[in-house]
């Protein structure tokens, strides 16, 4: 019989309420299933986080990816409004994932077989289900899911994608993602980088 570990395993990357399935996270105290959009519908090319590097106090949420994102929305990002006007698979409510949804995202569905990151608190996620430890250079593996296997229909760049989540204390930049080995760090709001689409489901 699979423990519940394995089970979750298993069934990353396959499809789930409109896109596919990423991993669970805590908002607040309530769990939730993470859901990327797909690639083609959801993925946005290089563009900035905000122009003008305006400051957004409302998207600061290391979790909430769209409180964030409806902050960003009302503050003027173009790329925060594309992200809530989205429409795929009859659903409404896609929104830009936070620091701390990136990190699921990168370590469940990890396009590339290069060593992780170990700077810093790279793999530290209070946020996930269940909270993770520090990330070694083999762990995690490149993902089970094919078709988010680099070169596959639905994998992630191996580049830099945008978070929702403005820095804390330096408020002309914004965390991102790197798909490349892990790391998370912060870049100024006018940078051009990639962004993903994802909505959540209560469990």
């Known amino acids: 019989m699979k423990s519940s570990i394995e089970e979750i395993t298993a069934i990353l990357g396959t499809s789930m309420d409109g896109g596919f399935y990423a991993g669970r996270i805590y908002v607040g105290e309530q769990p939730f299933a993470l859901i990327v959009a797909p690639k083609t519908e959801g993925e946005h090319d290089e ?23 409806k902050a960003m929305a009302e503050a003027g990002s173009k790329l925060a409004k594309w992200a809530l006007d989205l429409r795929i698979g009859g659903l409404d409510d896609w929104y830009l994932p936070a620091q701390d949804e990136m990190e699921i995202i990168y370590r469940n569905l990890k396009p590339t077989a290069q060593p992780n990151s ?86």
């Open 118 to 203: 170990c700077y810093a608190r790279s793999g530290i996620n209070l946020s996930a289900i269940t909270p993770t430890r520090p990330y070694t250079p083999d762990f995690p593996l490149q993902t089970p899911a094919e078709a988010f296997r680099a070169g596959g229909e639905q994998a992630f760049e191996a580049e830099w994608y945008w978070s929702s989540t403005q820095h804390a204390s330096a408020s002309v930049n914004s965390w991102y993602q790197d798909f490349i080995n892990g790391y998370q760090d912060d870049h100024g709001k006018s940078a051009e980088l990639r962004a993903r689409a994802v909505r959540r489901l209560p469990i």
């Open 47 to 69: 563009t900035k986080w905000i122009a003008e590097y305006k400051d957004v106090p409302g998207s600061l949420s290391y979790f909430d990816g769209l409180a964030n994102t």
